[in-house]
Structure formats: C-alpha cells, structure tokens
C-alpha cells in the first residue's frame, strides 16, 4: 500500500497559491532581498492564516523631534478617500483599501498586494491627538502629531 502525500503543487507541476508565494519569498530571502521578502511573507502568511485579517501591512518610518512625532506610511495607489487615520495618545492606527485592478490577460505575477490594509504603529511618547494633522502626496501618507509634553531638557543646579 503506496501512501500519496497532498502535494502543494496543481497537476501541471506547477505550485498553487500561498505556498508558492511563501517559497518564492524564501527564495528573496536567500537571494539577499530580505527587507521586502520578508513584508511578502508576513502579508502571505497572515492571509493565508485568517482571511479575516487585512491582506497587507504598509511601511512605516517615525520620525521625531522635540515638539512633534511624524510618522509616514507607504501607501501608493491608495487614493485619500480609502484611507482612515485613528490617532490616541500612545498610538496611531491607518486602514483602509487598495483597489483590485483589471488584470491583463498577459501578466502572470503580482507582487503588490490588494484589498483591505491595516497598520498600528506605537508611539515613543505620548501625543495630543486632538491636533493631528494628515497629509497624503505621491503614495506617502505624513500624519504630523505633537507632543503632549515637550521633549526639552532642562539644567539641574548640583548642591
């Protein structure tokens, strides 16, 4: 008795689905492409694990200074109106959707995901989010949050 094991592969050989995609960002991985293989595993794998969840997380950088806490999301091809800005005191929160485009009868892979996104980012300090401020130009979302307290030092006088 011969016991057949599923394999992640179609009939014609070819491998199906996110066990591919989880392969080739392997293979990204291996090759020295770390950065953006990892963000496609982990996009694939959550997924792949509950499709409930958002299909992508977008980059974030923080910036700081002593009055304010800038963070910038990547969101390109997401257009202003599909993206929701949730902001408290400790942390900030961006969803929404990148639209499903016509595919073309000739493309056969997509890297850049679509659909539903969700990214929460903590903050190194408290912010006022009653006086944030968002702005979105060339797929870059900037949401500018000032400091409930100001980062300035100040001298102590030693006895």
Request: charged share 30%.
């Amino acid at each position: 008795m011969t016991i057949r094991k599923p394999s992640p592969q179609s009939p014609n050989g070819l491998m199906e689905g996110p066990m591919r995609d989880i392969l080739e960002s392997v293979e990204q991985v291996l090759a020295g492409g770390w950065y953006p293989a990892r963000r496609h595993l982990l996009s694939r794998l959550a997924g792949a694990a509950s499709p409930d969840l958002p299909v992508w997380v977008p980059e974030a950088d923080i910036e700081e200074t002593p009055v304010e806490i800038v963070v910038s999301f990547a969101l390109p091809g997401v257009e202003k109106s599909d993206i929701r800005v949730e902001a408290t005191e400790d942390s900030i929160t961006v969803t929404g959707r990148r639209p499903e485009e016509e595919r073309t009868p000739g493309s056969c892979r997509r890297e850049m995901p679509r659909g539903e996104f969700l990214r929460r980012v903590r903050l190194p300090s408290e912010v006022k989010p009653q006086a944030a401020k968002a702005s979105s130009r060339n797929g870059i979302l900037r949401v500018s949050l000032p400091r409930s307290k100001a980062a300035f030092g100040r001298s102590v006088k030693i006895d």
